[in-house]
Every structure is written in C-alpha cells, then in structure tokens.
C-alpha cells in the first residue's frame, strides 16, 4: 500500500468526506483482513473520516461473521485472501443473509484481475479496491460508499412514509369519518362479495336498513353537534351489537346499513330486536346536556333467498320498502320485506314486531 501524499486529492478525498458528514449518521465499518499491518494501514487511513464513529475489526471471514451476529456495522471493507473464509464465500454469507442486507461491502485485495473485480461484484459487493490501495482513492470510495448508505436509508424512510399514508388513505376512503364505521362504498364492495358468495353456496343472507327516528328532531332540540354524538352512539351501538362476520356501515345522513351472512329471517328478526333496543337503551353523555334522551330506529329486513334478489342492490331496495314501511307504521320497531316469505314465527308480512 502507498500514502498518496498529493495534497489535491486528499484534499478532494477530504472534501467529500465532509460533504458526507454533513447531518449525516455516524457510522461503524467493519475491517476484514488477515493481515495486522493491513488492517492498521486501513485504520489509520479510515479514523480522520468525520462519517465514521467506530472502525471494528476481524482476521478473517469466519471472525467477521461472527462479529456481525453482535456488532452491526454499515460498511464493510474485506479483504479476498484469507485463510478459514475467504472473502467471497464471506460475501456470499452476507448477502444470503437479511439481515445483512443493506451493508455496504467493498472488497479489498491484491487480486487485481477483472475476473476477481467481476466475481466480488456478481456476489454482491458495492465496489472493490486493489491493494496496494491509494489512500485518498480509498477515502473517495469509502465516502460515496456511505453517501449511498445515506441514500438508501433516506429512500426506505420514504418507502415507509409512502405505505403509510397509503394505508391512511385505504382507511379514509373506506372508513365513514364521523362513526368509524365502513362508508357506503367500503360497505357496498363488502355486500357484493358476501352477495355472491351467499348465492353460490346457497346461504341465507339477511340485510338490515335502519334510520334514525325523528332525527330533524332531535337536532333541532339538541343542536347539530349532540346529533353527531348520537349518530356516533348508534354506530357504536351497531358495532358492538353485530357478530363479527358480519358488517355494519353508515349508508348516509341518520341511516345505517348491515348484512348478516348465514343468517335466516328469523335469525335477521333477533338481531334487528336487539340493535332496536340497544339504540333505545343507550344513553348519551355530553357536555352540559344532561340526560339526552336516547333515540329510536326504525329497521327494514330483507333476506335471500327469501327475497329473490338477483342483485345486492334488489336486497337493499327490499329492505328500504320494509323500512318505509316501519316508518308509516309508527316507527321504532322492525319490519320485513313485504316480499318476503313469513320468518318460522307467528309474524305477519310487514308487521312490527
Ligand atoms: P324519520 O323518522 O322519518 O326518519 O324523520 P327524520 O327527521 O329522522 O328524517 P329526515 O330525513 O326528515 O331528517 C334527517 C335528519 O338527519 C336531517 C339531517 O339534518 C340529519 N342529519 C343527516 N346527517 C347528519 C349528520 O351527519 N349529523 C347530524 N347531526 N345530523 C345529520
Ligand atoms: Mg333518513
Ligand atoms: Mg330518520
């Protein structure tokens, strides 16, 4: 190996380094050499680096990977000829290994054939410098080495950032922002599927509309935002009430939506029972509106096969006819599809329950 000596380069080499530095990580290198004055001769070079925080280091392939299980490191800087592991085989071990997969590795070695050049980088290696090594080259290639580690950790922060704000997205597209719960979109696509796998293996499939009762009402007497938390409520009161197979969605405005898969019309009755008297039952605490008085709903129930719906869409407008039903009958209180069969019961078509 050769100091350089030429102010220039070192100067260049200097340059870069601190370019690097610059807001930059300190970073830890991994020395692989079987040789001590080599290994020095690399300290000694490597330590003025303000990139670099700590220089580790290992006689040979074997040693290094060993190291590595305990001491993770940023940059590699291996020698080929060794004795127990050979650099190659050292690299190979490191880059079948994922958690070593983002290290950067230079390899180092007085095998200046192009073949041994093409062979450390088909493995895997960042780069390679023949020995014997020019120090200001050698603090070039250290340098832009760990301007690239730089690099592609700015780019996996980025990658993270981007999945992230795209699952925020998926949720914001899908989610109702005032309940929580599935929007009518995210609700509509649930049904589809449920739809036609219902259809295929022959299940019943019930589902419920329900509106809250006299909500114009309700907002007029306790202001616009306690109507938000009592629409909150209801969702709240929906989710909880339902299995979690099945699905609950805000269809718009005071009007909610579930299905209930392999669910019969009887079954479809208990369930609209239960979430009539939860909504009823529930009662609201809000900030200087003591005792808000809980509200009522009104459910229309459809279910296939029941009710011969071809498409999800016939199902819901079944319902929202048992829905208007319920309403013109008084309202809270749940409702069957007038085109349905009569449940197992004593109920009549179209009658409260
Ligand atoms: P009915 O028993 O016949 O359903 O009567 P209703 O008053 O509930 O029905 P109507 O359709 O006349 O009124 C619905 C009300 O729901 C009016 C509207 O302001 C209110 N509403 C719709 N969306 C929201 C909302 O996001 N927040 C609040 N606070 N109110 C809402
Ligand atoms: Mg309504
Ligand atoms: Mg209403």
Redesign the pocket.
């Known amino acids: 190996m050769s100091d350089s000596g030429e102010a220039g380069t070192d100067a260049a080499a200097a340059q870069a380094a601190d370019a690097t530095a610059y807001a930059s990580p300190r970073r830890r290198v991994l020395i692989v050499d079987d040789s001590h004055a080599v290994r020095v001769a690399l300290r000694e070079a490597l330590v003025g680096l303000p990139a670099i925080d700590e220089i580790v280091e290992a006689v040979d392939g074997i040693d290094a990977l060993s190291l590595l299980t305990h001491t993770p490191v940023d940059l590699i800087l291996s020698d080929i000829t060794m004795p127990r592991l050979d650099g190659f085989k050292f690299l190979s071990a490191v880059r079948n290994n994922p958690r070593y997969r983002d290290v950067m590795v230079i390899m180092l070695s007085a095998l200046g054939e192009s073949v041994d050049k093409v062979r450390g980088l088909t493995l895997g290696a960042n780069d390679y410098v023949t020995k014997p090594f020019e120090r200001a080259e050698l603090l070039a290639r250290v340098t832009v080495m760990l301007k690239m580690k730089e690099l592609q950790e700015e780019l996996q922060r980025k990658a993270a950032a981007l999945e992230r704000a795209n699952l925020e997205l998926e949720r914001l597209a899908n989610q109702d922002g005032?309940t929580g719960l599935p929007n009518r979109r995210s609700f509509f696509s649930r049904l589809e599927i449920e739809f036609h796998r219902s259809r295929r293996f022959g299940d019943s499939l019930s589902l419920l509309m329900l509106?809250?009762?006299?909500?114009?009402?309700?907002?007029d007497n306790h202001g616009?935002?306690?109507?938000?938390e009592?629409?909150r409520m209801v969702g709240a009161a929906l989710a909880e009430g339902i299995r979690s197979y099945d699905c609950a969605g805000r269809y718009?405005?005071?009007e909610f939506i579930c299905f209930l898969p392999e669910t019969k019309p009887a079954a479809a009755l208990v369930v609209a029972e239960r979430l009539r008297q939860c909504v009823s039952a529930a009662r609201m605490t809000v900030a200087g509106s003591d005792g808000v008085p809980g509200m009522t709903v009104?459910i229309g129930i459809a279910t296939w096969p029941d009710c011969p719906a071809e498409r999800p869409d016939d199902l819901v407008a079944a319902a929202d006819r048992a829905l208007y039903q319920a309403?013109a009958e008084g309202?809270n209180r749940s409702v069957f599809s007038v085109s349905l069969k009569q449940p197992e019961g004593d109920l009549p078509n179209g009658a409260p329950c």
């Open positions: 005032l509106d809250i009762d006299h909500f114009k009402r309700f907002n616009h935002q306690v109507g938000d009592a629409l718009g405005g005071e009104s309403k309202r």
